[in-house]
């Protein structure tokens, strides 16, 4: 197998390096091309959104791993090669009646990318992240050893695999199951805070509630500081369905994707574009409840492919932080205002609660709220940034490694305190001779 050079990015388009990529067609292949290359980074489907799946000398395109193996209609385990789609999956297993227990906001992701990313969603309060949900995965070490993971086998090197950002082998294969649910559709109730102490006592009281998520405006100040809609969210059942959707409960409505057909100009994120869409887009937001299908409200920006085009050629980074419960308020009005003050906002601010913290010895939730934010890659954003990381860390708050294109080693390490650990395994198994990112290279990981 021969590799080929093509310049690479994350979703974000940043940064962006010239990579020598291999792309195996099975599991065999991978092995076998694995050993002689000395350090190598997986790459799934390039949705993380900076450096995390680049690596200039080896880069693995894993996306032709994508065999579904098994599955069990009893118990709903389902058993995939690392490159399936997650897209594929919601396609085959939709209309039979089953769901992934735990979803990020693209369909667009491998398997083995939401598990080095221990991916989260909408239900992390009452469900917890992907890698909660997992069985086993088979991993392969590049030095001739393939190893069954589990909580009962190399529980060290599992726990370091989840959100472990591909730094302890190739993920070749895994299982997990999957949940049955009557319909395609789901029940939303809409509610509008007027800031951030009103959207956090929503969520407070709807944990009872599936999903919740919210829009925030992160260019309101004053009284309208985090002023939000929050979306909650049940499956709905069959017998909420009207007669006509009821007949074909699991039938996805078509949806048929646009295009964004250019890079857009810098102005159009102008500080006063932005605050005018914020200002539409939460008045547009109807307090009440309506059934809605499943993929807007899970996957709203897949209805626009290469959506990433927005942001221009320079492209764009993605802030996401989570804050410990008790300082999440404090935290959470000192992060906003410092966006609202540099007057470059986000149009795709999110505010989630989340539950308890995952096993995975880098995994990102912790119990608390989490702020995901997307910033043209500027000098002055990238400074604004920098800024941001002094809020979180003073609050006792982690960056999530998947989203981010710019963090320093030691704000990792003031977040993540399983990293030591960490380190200590990737040496032991000597995977910091074998698996390497330019993510990994800047984070000294």
């Known amino acids: ?177 999957l949940m049955p649910i009557e319909s395609a559709w789901m029940r939303q109730q809409t509610v509008r805070a007027r800031d951030l102490g009103e959207a956090m006592a929503v969520f407070e009281r709807s944990h009872a509630w599936t999903y919740s998520v919210a829009w925030i405006d992160c260019l309101a100040r004053g009284r309208n500081l985090g002023r939000s809609a929050i979306l909650l969210a049940d499956h709905a059942p069959a017998d909420a369905l009207d007669a006509s959707r009821r007949a074909e409960p699991l039938t996805r409505p078509p949806r048929q994707p646009r295009a964004v057909p250019v890079d857009l100009p810098g102005f159009a994120l102008s500080g006063f574009n932005v605050r005018a869409f914020n200002q539409l887009y939460y008045a547009m937001q109807r307090p009440g409840e309506a059934l809605v299908a499943l993929d807007p409200y899970f996957y709203p920006l897949d ?84 800024r941001l990381d002094a809020i979180v860390a003073d609050h006792g708050g982690r960056i999530y490694l998947t989203k981010d294109a710019r963090l320093s080693s030691p704000m990792l390490a003031l977040g993540y305190p399983g990293l030591a650990r960490f380190r200590e395994l990737r040496a032991q198994h000597g995977l910091d001779r074998r698996f390497s990112s330019l993510l990994s290279q800047r984070l000294e990981l």
């Open 303 to 386: 209805a626009l492919t290469d959506w990433n085009r927005i942001y221009g050629r320079r492209g764009f980074v993605q802030y996401q932080c989570v804050l410990p419960l008790a300082e999440s308020e404090r935290g959470l009005r000192r992060l906003l205002e410092a966006i609202a003050t540099a007057g470059s906002g986000s149009f795709l601010a999110v505010l989630k609660r989340m539950g308890p913290a995952s096993f995975g010895l880098l995994s990102f939730p912790m119990p608390g709220y989490t702020l995901a934010l997307d910033f043209p890659a500027t000098p002055a954003n990238l400074a604004l940034l920098d």
């Open 1 to 177: 197998m021969m590799p080929h050079v093509e310049p690479l990015s994350g979703w974000g388009r940043y940064p962006v390096r010239d990579c020598a990529v291999w792309q195996p067609v099975t599991a065999e292949a991978l092995h076998a091309t694995l050993p002689p290359l000395g350090r190598s980074i997986a790459r799934g489907n390039g949705r993380s959104y900076g450096d995390a799946s680049l690596n200039p000398e080896a880069t693995i395109d894993m996306r032709r791993l994508d065999r579904l193996i098994a599955f069990d209609d009893a118990s709903g385990e389902l058993v995939c090669e690392a490159g399936v789609l997650l897209s594929d999956i919601i396609d085959a297993f939709v209309p039979r009646g089953w769901f992934v227990p735990v979803t990020p906001g693209t369909r667009m992701v491998t398997i083995g990318g939401m598990i080095a990313s221990d991916v989260h969603g909408k239900n992390h309060h009452g469900t917890g992240s992907f890698c909660e949900h997992l069985l086993w995965l088979d991993l392969d070490l590049g030095d001739g050893r393939v190893l069954r993971c589990s909580h009962q086998e190399n529980a060290d090197l599992f726990a370091a695999s989840c959100g472990g950002m591909g730094l302890t082998g190739m993920i070749v294969r895994a299982a997990f199951r």
